[in-house]
Structures are given as structure tokens and as C-alpha cells.
């Protein structure tokens, strides 16, 4: 047993939720009870789609623990089947299912529908989602290619001449990390360099697209955590090769654009393609200056991870002092990227140790998943999202690649965001006893989402309010009213985000009135008045 | 595993002659019980919340609070691994391990609640002994209760009912801790914001009700006592377990509808003054001004919603008290009312206010009850987070429920902020239809 509070990945079946709602034509029956449902949520509340995830739950009870489970699995995949009459039916277990075996695989298999099924093996209690999307997208790659795999002693047949090189795109995934707009952004390098994109998968693939990964030349993967295995499956079985670069920052890109040429056996003009970058000469400029050696913590994905680290400290300029994850699978090359800056990986995926870390470092900025940005925000240290897991406001609605050098121009904004510009941090030196220019004063265009100290908290409660003169029948006007203390009370018991307004729309209403005292009454009463 | 999720009502009563109600079995699309935690957390203020479970447990706790809204929150998960699933004497020594690391961790934690979860009921690692355990070690320090949020027996909101259930059995036994405290007349039983709580009390002060508790407490040492008069009252229709525990202990239910709105507001408290022999005029005295403001509040949301059709699927359990509210006070058509159980004891004076020909339907299949709310389209539908935006991509309105679990909607001066609640998504879609 171990002591959580949050977690980085989610049970292995959300992964393979995630391949199944990135495809087309897919759809999953999970042998899963009533709470799990609550999946659904991460797709269509977090990543805000527009459709719910091709999932049909069997929402077993207590009560059908006796011995009916079974025929409720073998129910609900009947129902599902006929309803979306998906091209490909993948069926498993969540963990309480795993628990009671049913064998799901088997179950479907009797019913004899007439689709592929896929059933999933998804051990709940020793993976995690990145492997349960790894190991999706391997099954199925292997069930929808095993009939074109080459026999034995047989070499891949040269492209014919005049054709041009074709790659398949493999890796992104619903609810991933920037994946859709990294995609546009590599489909729009592969095209200016001559490559032909034979299939992109899991995203937007129909099952028959996974049958035709052999007839690519080569693959393309982004995301290891979740290709690597489909990739080496491919590669052992119809001799395609596949990029080991990650194109994040400007460096890498132009390395991929290399090892993709040479894969594809073409040339291409590489200083031209870098012609749009503007990450490159921004980090050069003048401002920049004071981004020099800032000390960054990077925690995520091993793949995100690994390649931030390399943009933060040779084209940022940034002291790389702590670098983890919590991608074990992946352990092994994060290591290896930390000792080139003669730091230890924290590999754990345990986030009161990440914490810990990050206390004892005490970085300048933080760069990492959701969980780091909430340790920055109680540390009150600069923080920008660089991986999974995330939030809401990490499925922005503009583009915003993190690949490619478009990604490379987006990962300058939004690491240097959070901090002081050279101008901006130097002014405030000089001003520092200035009461605007105080110590604790944030950047000045850290509007979004900035956090709201107890300070400015009560500054909203008890901003003076300026009170209009309004003439009373009898006696003098009353322009100010006087809060009894026992509305007072009341008053700091609304949430601080609407006290401001509550108070100031009291005292509108009462100086209205000619009320010269608000009591708990007044306070109500203008609550009715103005509604909220 | 004692107790499933009721399918069927277990006690029919009144009209369940004229009120036919479809019975719905297939997928669900409601959180599980452990979702609780999530406001009982806020709510006592000491206590903290173990889900005994899987990493699925953990990730629903966390995906259903916003993905961490909170820094250091009072929940977490001993996640269960393969170890323990070798072998069970194992998985008593872990827990017992964690318990210890997380209470070292907060010394300030006064309850501790042990979640069970359906992996640790599957498994049968009894956490009621297991608290019993506990509780011998760390007692006066930390009270520790366990109770069930799992998914196949739980829905929703009944986690809360189970967790006040467990708190409720500990009645007796702070009664022999502190046999110098006064036995309290009324209980007011389930959760509220602190800010309606106070309301309600200066309502019951005023209504000359003294002696009055409200239950769960802020703190968990402030459990009150129960005499032989005791009587409560449900803010809440999915507190079964609760009552029951209070009948049991020789509370007596006051019923009456829930307060939502101001009519139920009213009715609510209305019910306990004639339980407490207190004069109407007085009543009258007390409510009538406080029923004038909230329905002046009222009119400019009922110009938004009145003539506006709804339709609830099964979620928070607070769909016919809902219904009843928006269709009397607000003028809204109602098409279908799906509730995930009825209570039909808890709920016959709310059914004796709805009209009789709305469709009520217990239970889900979410598919064919999506097939039945694109043949009603109606005006706005009432859902949980898995439903909310698809349906708004197919040009319907949504009101997702989750918000009614949270915020602060009972009572006189917050029913214009119920009302607003459902306005908002319509008022939302004309601004940008304009
Ligand atoms: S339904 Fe059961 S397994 Fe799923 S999250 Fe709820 S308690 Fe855990
Ligand atoms: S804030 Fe996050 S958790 Fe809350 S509703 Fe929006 S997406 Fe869901």
C-alpha cells in the first residue's frame, strides 16, 4: 500500500481510453462499476471535447457480485456492439473487474460478433495509464497487422523509384499534452521537407489506417512513452526504422529534420525552414540577459522532461538544478539526460518527494505538470506546465505547439512569461523603495491567473468605496452608512471573490434608502435587490 | 458488503399507485460515493478522509476536485498494490503503516475516516475492524470511523449519507465522553455551507427552537447528544443510512419537504415549529418577511426560466426537490425527473408536490434516457461532467449538477441563487445567440 495524495498517471485503462477516443470507428466496453464512469469527465470537461469518450461501462453493483457479472459484460458488450456498431470493439477490465474475473476477452469472444475485438490485459494494480496506452496501441497494432507481417528471412522491398518517402506519425493521443497541436506543426515540417504521411495513429485513425502502417517507410514517433512498443513491433516486422529525436525546441528540430532526411534518403534546406523561428534571436536579445543561469526544476513526462531540460540550458541560457520524472519505464534516459548536468534524476512518482526536492532547491522557476504548478503556487515561485498531468487551462484554445520550431517560439513565451524581463527586473531595482515597487511586487504582466494573497484579499473587502451624495426627505443626506458589527460579520463570510461587490452594492442600497446603519436586514435585503 | 444501492424503493407508500415510475438497469453515468469526500472535507473541519483503494480511486478523488484545488488536502489514498493482494494479513499491517505515516504527518487531525472503496470490499479488507484497531492506538487523539464510498454501493451523494451514518453511530459514545453536555431537541442533519447554517439558526432562534445541533459538526468533537425527545430534520433526501441510525438511537424524523426555495424553505421550517407546538402566529411572524424579500429575489429569474421545459438525468440525488422548486416557484415544464433511487418515506411530501404527469424514472440507462431527452429536447437539462458538454455540442442547454452539491442553495435568501444557477446557462446561450 502506498500513501497518495495525488497522482501523476491514472490507472491503465484511462490509457486505453485515450487511444480509444483519439480513433475513429473504436469503441470500448469496460467491465468497470458506476464510479469509474467519472473518466468520461477528463475528456469532455478537461480537454473539453465535444463528444463522449467511446466507452460503454457495465456498471456492475454489489449485488450482481454473486454470478451475474458476467452475463451483465456480456450484456452491455451486445448492446454497445449493435447501438455503434464500431469496426473494432475493445474490451477490458478496471480494476475491481480485475479483482473478479470475468475475462472479459473471452466473454466477447463467445459472442461472435462479427468485428475485431481486441481484449485488454491491463494489469491495475502493478501500471499506469502511460503503459496502459503504450500497451493498447501495441495489442492493436499487432491484432490489425499481423496479416501483412513479412516471413521470415524476407527484406522490405525498396521504394519504388519516383515515389515519394512516406512516414507514419505515431504517438499522439486523446488528452495529451499539446498532441493536436503538435501534430499540424510536424505535418507542416514533413510536408516542406517532402515527406508523404502515410497514417497518423492513434489520432484520428480508423482501425483499416492501423492495417496500412506497413506501407510506410519509415515511422515517426512523438511521444515514446506511448509508440515506443508499436514502433519496435513495426520495425521487427516490416524492417521500418523510426526517428529517435523529439523535435521540442529549435536545436532538436533541426536534428529531426536531419534524421528524418536521412531515413527518407532525401535532402532539404534546413536554413530555410528555420526561417520562422524567433526563439532563437528573442533568447539573443538584450532583455534576455537577465534570464541568465536562472536555477529551473524540471519534473514531467521522461519526454518532455528530457528535451525541456536541453532547451532550458542551451537555448535559454537556464541553470538546470533538479530534472525527474515519474515515467519509470522511462527512468533509465532520464538519468542519463540529468548526469549531463552533473545533477541526480528524481525518478518517483510520489509528489510529497517532489516537493521535498523543490524545497531543498528552492529554483527560480519551476517547469513542470499540473502538480508542480500547484507546489509553485505554495512556495510562491514562477511556474509554467511543460506536461501531463494537466488542467483545464492547458487545452488553450489558440494554437500552441510545443514541437517543432513554432514550438520552439512557444516554449520561449511561456517559460519567460512567469518571470522579470531585463527592462522590467531592472526597474524595479532601481525603484525598490518605491511603495509600488516594493519587494514582493509581481511582474506586471503576471495578470493571468495570479494568485491573491491574504493581503490583497483584504484589501478587496475594505477598498473605500466612493459614496455618491443623495438627497434624504427629512434631515441631512446620508452619504455614508455604518456597517453594524454584526453584519459586518456576515459581510467577511461571503467568499472573498464577491465580498468587494456585496459590500459596495450594500452601501449603494442603504445610502439610497437614507439607511445610515446596515444591519444584517440591509445586508440581505440589497442581496435581493440586486440579485447576484 | 452489507447494503446495495437501493434499485427498488424498499418501502412503498403513498402514492406509488398513481405515480408510475420507470425502472431503469444498464450504464450508469454517476460519480461513486467517494466523491463525498470532496465537501465533507470542507465541512468538518478536523477530519481527515483515508480512501482505502486503487490508483482509479485516488485518480477520481483528484479529477473530481478540479484537478487539485487544493494544496495539501484533507484526503488522500493508500493505494492497494499487488502485495497486498497476495495476502490479507499483509494488507491490515500496510494499512495500519500508512495510517501511522499520515498521522504523524498531520497532528492536527482529530477524526480520521477509513474510506472503503469497491477494490477493498472486493477483497473484504474489513475496515470496520480495522478502525476498531486503530482506534485502540490512537485514541483520545484521533477517532477513527470507516464507513463505504465505493462504487457498487454508493452513488454520488450517498457517500455523505455513509460517512454521517458512521459519524452518527458515534452518538452514543460521546455521550458517555461527555455525559455533562445538554441533550439538543432538534437535530438538523446533513451538510450546509456555514453561512446557511447561520441563517437557519437565527430562523430557529427566532422561532424560539433553542435547543438545536446541527449535524455533521464543524468540529468533530462537537458531536451533540440525543435525549429521549430528540427529534431531526433531513436537509438532505439521500441520508437513508443517517436516519436510520437516528431511529434506531429513538430519533424521531420530522418530515416535511427539503429546503430549497422558498416554499420548501417554509414547509421545512413550518414543520418543525408545529413539532415544537409553536404558535403559527409567531411562525407567520418570523417567516413572512424573510418569504417576501426571497421572492421579490426571485422575479427576475422567473422571467428567464418560466415556460422553459427541463429535464433531469440521474445524478445528485436532489433532482425532485429540484424539479418541484423551478416548476412551482419558477414556472418551468418538467419532461423527465431521473433520480438514481427514490426514497419514497423521505420523499412523499416532495412527490406530493409535483404534478402528477412528469415522468419519473429511477435508476439509468444512460443510453436509451439520451434517446428519450433528444426526443423531448427540451430547454435545459440537468447532468453530470460526463454529459454536460456533449450535450451542449448538440445545441442543448445543460445545467451541470455538480455545482448544487456545492454551492450554498437552501434557504430563504439563497433561493434566488438556486433560481439563478439554471438561469445563467440560458441567459449565457441568448447573449451569445444575439
Ligand atoms: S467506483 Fe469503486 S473503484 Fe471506481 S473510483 Fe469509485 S470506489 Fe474506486
Ligand atoms: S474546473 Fe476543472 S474540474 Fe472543474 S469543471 Fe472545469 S474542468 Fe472540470
Redesign the pocket.
Known amino acids: 500500500m502506498k500513501l497518495t495524495l495525488w497522482t501523476y498517471e491514472g490507472p491503465p485503462h484511462i490509457g486505453a481510453m485515450r487511444i480509444a477516443t483519439a480513433m475513429e470507428g473504436v469503441h470500448y466496453v469496460l467491465h468497470?462499476?458506476?464510479?469509474?464512469t467519472?473518466a468520461d469527465l477528463l475528456f469532455t470537461m478537461i480537454e473539453r471535447m465535444n463528444k463522449r469518450p467511446p466507452v460503454t461501462y457495465t456498471t456492475f453493483q454489489a449485488r450482481d457480485l454473486g454470478g451475474d457479472t458476467a452475463e451483465l459484460f456480456k450484456d452491455a458488450a451486445r448492446s454497445a456492439y449493435a447501438r455503434f456498431k464500431p469496426d473494432l470493439l475493445m474490451v477490458g477490465a478496471?480494476?475491481?473487474a480485475e479483482l473478479i474475473q470475468d475475462d472479459p476477452g473471452g466473454l466477447a469472444a463467445a459472442l461472435q460478433l462479427s468485428v475485431p475485438v481486441l481484449p485488454l490485459e491491463l494489469p491495475a494494480y502493478q501500471k499506469k495509464e502511460n503503459w496502459g496506452a503504450a500497451e493498447t496501441f501495441y495489442q492493436m497494432v499487432r491484432l490489425l497487422g499481423k496479416d501483412y507481417v513479412l516471413p521470415p528471412g524476407e527484406k522490405r522491398k525498396p521504394r519504388a523509384p519516383g515515389l515519394p518517402p512516406s512516414c507514419n506519425i505515431l504517438g499522439p493521443t486523446a488528452l495529451g499534452f499539446r498532441h493536436r497541436d503538435d501534430l499540424v506543426e510536424i505535418r507542416k515540417l514533413l510536408r516542406q521537407i517532402g515527406v508523404r504521411v502515410n497514417v497518423v495513429a492513434p489520432l484520428g485513425a480508423k482501425p483499416e489506417d492501423i492495417s496500412r502502417l506497413h506501407e510506410a517507410d519509415f515511422n515517426v514517433v512523438l511521444y515514446p512513452e506511448v509508440a515506443n512498443s508499436a514502433a519496435q513491433w513495426l520495425s521487427k516486422n516490416f524492417g521500418q526504422p523510426s526517428t529517435k529525436t523529439i523535435p521540442i525546441g529549435f536545436n532538436a528540430t533541426r536534428a529531426f529534420i536531419e534524421e528524418v532526411c536521412t531515413l527518407a534518403q532525401i535532402h532539404c534546406d534546413i536554413e530555410e525552414l528555420t526561417k520562422r523561428s524567433r526563439a532563437r534571436w528573442y533568447a539573443l536579445s538584450v532583455d534576455s540577459t537577465y534570464l541568465t543561469n536562472k536555477r529551473v526544476f524540471i519534473f514531467g513526462d521522461a519526454t518532455h522532461a528530457i528535451a525541456a531540460a536541453k532547451v532550458a540550458s542551451q537555448e535559454m541560457g537556464f541553470q538546470v538544478v533538479g530534472l525527474g520524472t515519474y515515467s519509470r519505464e522511462l527512468a533509465r534516459e532520464v538519468r542519463e539526460a540529468a548526469s549531463q548536468y552533473g545533477i541526480e534524476a528524481l525518478i518517483t512518482d510520489d509528489y510529497l518527494e517532489v516537493e521535498q526536492r523543490i524545497t531543498e532547491l528552492q529554483p527560480e522557476l519551476i517547469l513542470g505538470s499540473q502538480m508542480e504548478r500547484h507546489i509553485a503556487k505554495r512556495l510562491k515561485i514562477p511556474c509554467a506546465v511543460i506536461s501531463a498531468p494537466i488542467h483545464v487551462q492547458d487545452f488553450p484554445a489558440r494554437y500552441s505547439p510545443q514541437m517543432g520550431f513554432e514550438g520552439a517560439n512557444v516554449l520561449f513565451d511561456t517559460w519567460v512569461h512567469p518571470l522579470m524581463m531585463g527592462l522590467e527586473e531592472h526597474l524595479i531595482g532601481m525603484f525598490r523603495e518605491d511603495f509600488e515597487f516594493h519587494d514582493g511586487a509581481a511582474p506586471s504582466h503576471l495578470g493571468h491567473g495570479h494568485q491573491r494573497t491574504p493581503a490583497n484579499e483584504a484589501n478587496v473587502a475594505s477598498e473605500p468605496t466612493p459614496v455618491p451624495e443623495v438627497a434624504v426627505a427629512n434631515g441631512a443626506p446620508v452619504t455614508e452608512s455604518v456597517w453594524e458589527p454584526e453584519a459586518q460579520r456576515e459581510l467577511n463570510k461571503i467568499p472573498f471573490f464577491v465580498r468587494g461587490k456585496a459590500k459596495r452594492n450594500t452601501e449603494r442600497f442603504a445610502i439610497e434608502r437614507g439607511l445610515p446603519t446596515i444591519s444584517l436586514e440591509t445586508l440581505y435585503d440589497a442581496k435581493a435587490h440586486f440579485g447576484r | 458488503m452489507n447494503r446495495v444501492i437501493p434499485l427498488q424503493p424498499t418501502t412503498d407508500t403513498c402514492d406509488s399507485a398513481d405515480r408510475a415510475i420507470l425502472k431503469e438497469r444498464g450504464q450508469r453515468e454517476v460519480?461513486?460515493?467517494?466523491t463525498g469526500i470532496i465537501w465533507l472535507h470542507r465541512k468538518i473541519q478536523d477530519a481527515f478522509f483515508l480512501?482505502v483503494?486503487?490508483r482509479?480511486?485516488a485518480?477520481?478523488?483528484q479529477s473530481a476536485a478540479g484537478v487539485m484545488i487544493f494544496a495539501e488536502p484533507r484526503f488522500a489514498t493508500a493505494i492497494i498494490d499487488d502485495h497486498d493482494l497476495a495476502g490479507l494479513a499483509d494488507a491490515n499491517e500496510e494499512l495500519d503503516r500508512v495510517v501511522n505515516q499520515l498521522l504523524t504527518r498531520r497532528p492536527d487531525i482529530k477524526m480520521l475516516f477509513l474510506v472503503g472503496?469497491?477494490?477493498s470490499e472486493v477483497i473484504k479488507l474489513d475496515l470496520s475492524r480495522a478502525a476498531e484497531r486503530l482506534s485502540k492506538t490512537y485514541t483520545p487523539r484521533v477517532r477513527i470511523l470507516n464507513y463505504s464510498?465505493?462504487?457498487?454501493e454508493t452513488t454520488f451523494t450517498q457517500g455523505e449519507d455513509a460517512c454521517l451514518a458512521a459519524l452518527a453511530k458515534e452518538i452514543p459514545q460521546h455521550a458517555k465522553l461527555h455525559p455533562t453536555e445538554r441533550e439538543v431537541d432538534l437535530l438538523i442533519v446533513g451538510c450546509l455551507a456555514d453561512i446557511v447554517e447561520d441563517q437557519f439558526s437565527r430562523i430557529f432562534n427566532d422561532l424560539g427552537i433553542e435547543s438545536y445541533a446541527f449535524f455533521p459538526p464543524r468540529r468533530s468533537g462537537d458531536i451533540p447528544r440525543l435525549g429521549p425527545n430528540t427529534r431531526y430534520l433531513l436537509v438532505q433526501p439521500f441520508l437513508t443510512d443517517t436516519a436510520r441510525v437516528l431511529d434506531d438511537l429513538g430519533a424521531k424524523r420530522i418530515p416535511a419537504p427539503f429546503p430549497l426555495g422558498v416554499e420548501g424553505t417554509e414547509a421545512w421550517f413550518a414543520a418543525a415549529a408545529k413539532a415544537f407546538g409553536i404558535d403559527p402566529n409567531r411562525v407567520e411572524s418570523v417567516i413572512a418577511p424573510k418569504r417576501q424579500r426571497a421572492n421579490l429575489a426571485l422575479e427576475r429569474q422567473r422571467q428567464v426560466l418560466n415556460g422553459r421545459s427541463i429535464f433531469f438525468f440521474p445524478d445528485s440525488q436532489l433532482e425532485i426537490p429540484l424539479a418541484r422548486f423551478l416548476h412551482r416557484e419558477l414556472g418551468m415544464q418538467l419532461t423527465e425527473i431521473g433520480m438514481p433511487y427514490i426514497h419514497r418515506q423521505h420523499l412523499a411530501e416532495e412527490l406530493a408536490l409535483l404534478p402528477t404527469e412528469v415522468s419519473l424514472s429511477e435508476g439509468q440507462d444512460v443510453e436509451k434516457q439520451l434517446d428519450r431527452c433528444r426526443t423531448y429536447r427540451p430547454d435545459m437539462v440537468v447532468c453530470g461532467l460526463g454529459l454536460a458538454n456533449p450535450l451542449e455540442a448538440e445545441g442543448l442547454t445543460t445545467k451541470w449538477s455538480i455545482e448544487l452539491v456545492f454551492t450554498p442553495i437552501q434557504g430563504f435568501d439563497q433561493a434566488a441563487d438556486l433560481a439563478e444557477l439554471f438561469a445563467r446557462p440560458l441567459v449565457r446561450r441568448t447573449k451569445l445567440a444575439a
Open positions: 468497470a462499476p458506476q464510479g469509474d467519472y478496471s480494476c475491481t | 460519480f461513486c460515493g467517494l480512501v483503494g486503487s482509479t480511486c485518480h477520481l478523488v472503496s469497491c477494490p464510498g465505493s462504487g457498487i
